[in-house]
């Protein structure tokens, strides 16, 4: 019986494999068939993440998405991909007058310039084949939601939103298919940096119409989608999973 949601023979590319929402879509992935490249800077956590998928065609790249070096040690390692999922990011929680560019320049250089290099590199090196789908983890916070203190964050997720759609707009020449999807806050370590407790997080959480936070299998199951060929007439889309978050 045919399965749209299958991904058997797919090889996936997931960045920020090691913990998170990254961890999540490499396992889902991989109980769907998919043969998983992970990469991360933690090789300790990327080893934990493998042991936890089934199969045993994955490949680990330890690799700084920052450095120019290890970027072009991913694409000459990754071999032909099916699909990539940009995961690998990171928040900061700061008013905008004290933004100065020490703090744009490290945020942006993790959530946006590194994903768009090696979206860059890997489509023109043509590790991407035809018909293969690419996934943006974008944010709420930043195209929807604009809270106090996210500036930074926020734009960074912005830019790469947007630039999902000018590179869906050109691939699509390949019938690769580019989107984006915009989670509202998801119980990853990303929130548990200590910038509000604990009690403030359970409090902001009741906000939600589904009165909770997202889980990192909430956001894997929707990249899963956008990998699969059930998906297979969306491109250019900026897919919302808020637990109702925008209607609240």
Request: aromatic letters at 8%.
């Amino acid at each position: 019986m045919n399965n749209p949601f299958s991904l058997e023979g797919k090889r996936i590319l997931i960045t920020g494999a090691s913990s998170g929402i990254g961890r999540a879509t490499a396992i889902e992935a991989a109980r769907l068939g998919a043969s998983i490249v992970l990469v991360a800077r933690d090789q300790e956590r990327l080893n934990s993440t493998l042991e936890a998928l089934p199969g045993n065609n994955h490949q680990i790249i330890s690799a700084d998405l920052t450095v120019e070096e290890d970027l072009n040690q991913v694409v000459e390692e990754c071999g032909a991909l099916d699909g990539v999922v940009f995961c690998a990011g990171k928040g900061l929680t700061l008013p905008v007058q004290f933004c100065d560019r020490k703090h744009f320049d490290e945020i942006f250089n993790i959530n946006f310039f590194s994903t768009a290099e090696l979206l860059r590199l890997l489509y023109k090196k043509k590790r991407i084949v035809k018909e293969a789908s690419i996934v943006l983890i974008a944010s709420m916070g930043g195209t929807r939601v604009f809270s106090g203190g996210n500036s930074i964050y926020g734009a960074s997720k912005a830019a790469l939103d947007s630039f999902m759609k000018f590179a869906a707009k050109e691939f699509a020449a390949r019938k690769v298919r580019v989107n984006s999807i915009c989670p509202a806050m998801v119980d990853t370590p990303l929130i548990h940096r200590g910038t509000v407790s604990e009690e403030q997080l359970a409090e902001d959480a009741k906000r939600y119409p589904l009165k909770r936070y997202g889980r990192p299998e909430d956001i894997a199951y929707a990249a899963v989608y956008l990998l699969s060929p059930a998906s297979a007439w969306v491109t250019g889309t900026s897919m919302i999973v808020d637990g109702g978050l925008s209607i609240s």
